[in-house]
């Protein structure tokens, strides 16, 4: 089993993406962006790597315009040598990835011109996985689209459309169930018909359930048949509804205790699951960590080393029971440590308790610093007491200092990200 994250890397230097608009578009531009997005997918894989994460959803939007008239560029070709290197590492590493084309790519519309583009927008995902090497295992995931007043045509420009597609999409598509139009039943029947690997996405599940009363895992084993061989282990999407946002929302994190029941209720290793959540590799690490049979206390440590000038910040009562339950290093407390993360980002940052954290963290500094960046640092606390400047000037000034004096255990930190 592997449990992976999508698109984004949160807290790693050097993996954000860059992109461009229609206005300001040109060879030079898409050439410069490109190269960037390559690399920071290079990274990207390079923290999977290192975070034992083998499960990875590269974003669309990694080649700008990359199905559109407008980048005429063969990057395929151009990137050859970038996309060799990356495809690589991906496949040494045993890392299965996959694309999930957006909203607007949609293969059952009634308009041609939808459909057409839709055409292009899977060709161009296929495109990318088909440069890294990767092999039939690793998907484009697709929703089947809209209803369009009639549910039964729509299905059915869906398989006619499918059909006419190029043999290197169809080898590498999926779909799932979507949370508005089509229920798991659905999807099942229609991958079944044309032999098409179906996810099942468990909030979309809960949210546009099938007229059948049957459970989570009854639909999962269901998907498992659509499943070949070579298809590699049969994927599923888990979420959390966020509880203060509209229905369907994605959780800001993956709650430990509710994702372990679900982990058990499965009672099988060959499934992958994807994780969709906002805090992305966050809370994979978080969820990889809750079922590893590898329960050494540093696990933990190591993910304290990381969070905790940021629940300092937010609670430090929760600090102190945290380096309490730490103290134990005969047990894997894993549940009980996340719960304890989670409350105290929940809670209410004062100032009193931000000045507290800034402070911990500049005793990295204080006594290596010029006397002009003392000045400036204890500048930027008068301020922020005065309410003249946020928390983030302080924090940016730490950041700066951490950079320029490689202070390693900082730069790993989430206190600069939340």
């Keep these: 089993m592997s449990i992976g994250y999508a698109c984004l890397t949160i807290g790693v230097l050097n993996t954000n993406l860059k992109s461009c608009n229609a206005k300001n578009v040109c060879d030079e531009k898409l050439l410069d962006v490109i190269e960037h997005n390559l690399k920071s997918l290079e990274n990207m894989i390079a923290y999977n790597i290192k975070n034992s994460i083998h499960l990875f959803r590269i974003s669309s939007d990694l080649i700008s315009f990359g199905s559109s008239p407008l980048n005429k560029l063969h990057w395929w070709d151009i990137f050859s040598n970038e996309f060799s290197k990356i495809g690589r590492k991906i496949r040494e590493n045993n890392i299965r990835v996959s694309m999930h084309p957006g909203q607007y790519t949609v293969l059952n519309s009634p308009n041609k011109d939808v459909v057409s583009r839709a055409v292009e927008d899977l060709n161009y995902h296929s495109k990318v996985l088909d440069s890294l090497g990767v092999n039939v295992e690793n998907k484009i995931v697709l929703h089947i689209g809209g209803v369009y007043n009639d549910k039964k045509q ?10 006419n597609l190029d043999d290197r999409v169809k080898r590498r598509l999926v779909i799932e169930n979507d949370d508005k139009s089509y229920n798991i039943n659905d999807a099942i029947e229609i991958g079944t018909k044309l032999g098409i690997p179906v996810i099942f996405d468990n909030l979309h599940n809960e949210i546009n359930p099938s007229n059948d009363d049957k459970s989570e895992l009854y639909w999962i084993n269901e998907c498992k048949n659509t499943w070949k061989d070579k298809d590699g282990y049969q994927k599923i999407h888990y979420s959390q509804q966020d509880i203060s946002k509209k229905t369907g929302s994605h959780s800001n994190t993956i709650a430990v205790d509710r994702f372990v029941d679900f982990y058990g209720s499965l009672e099988r290793e060959d499934i992958d699951i994807m994780l969709e959540v906002k805090d992305k590799n966050l809370s994979a690490v978080k969820c990889i ?10 696990k933990l440590e190591n993910e ?10 937010s ?15 005969k047990n894997y407390p894993v549940v009980q440590f996340y719960n304890y993360i989670d409350e105290a980002m929940k809670e209410e940052v004062i100032p009193g308790n931000s000045i507290n954290a800034a402070l911990h963290v500049w005793g990295y500094f204080k006594n290596i610093v010029d006397s002009r960046e ?21 924090k940016n000034k730490l950041w700066k200092m951490a950079v320029k004096y490689d202070e390693r255990y900082l730069k790993d930190s989430y206190y600069f990200i939340f």
């Design 315 to 329: 609670s430090p009562k929760i600090y102190l029971e945290i380096r309490n339950l730490l103290k134990d290093k």
């Design 304 to 313: 304290w080393s990381k969070y905790k000038y940021t629940v300092l910040e």
């Design 374 to 394: 003392k000045e400036s640092f204890l500048r930027s606390i008068d301020r922020y007491k005065k309410g003249e400047v946020s928390i983030n000037v302080v």
């Design 154 to 163: 729509a299905i059915n420009r869906f398989i006619s459309n499918y059909v």
């Design 289 to 298: 960590n809750s079922i590893t049979r590898d329960k050494r206390i540093s």
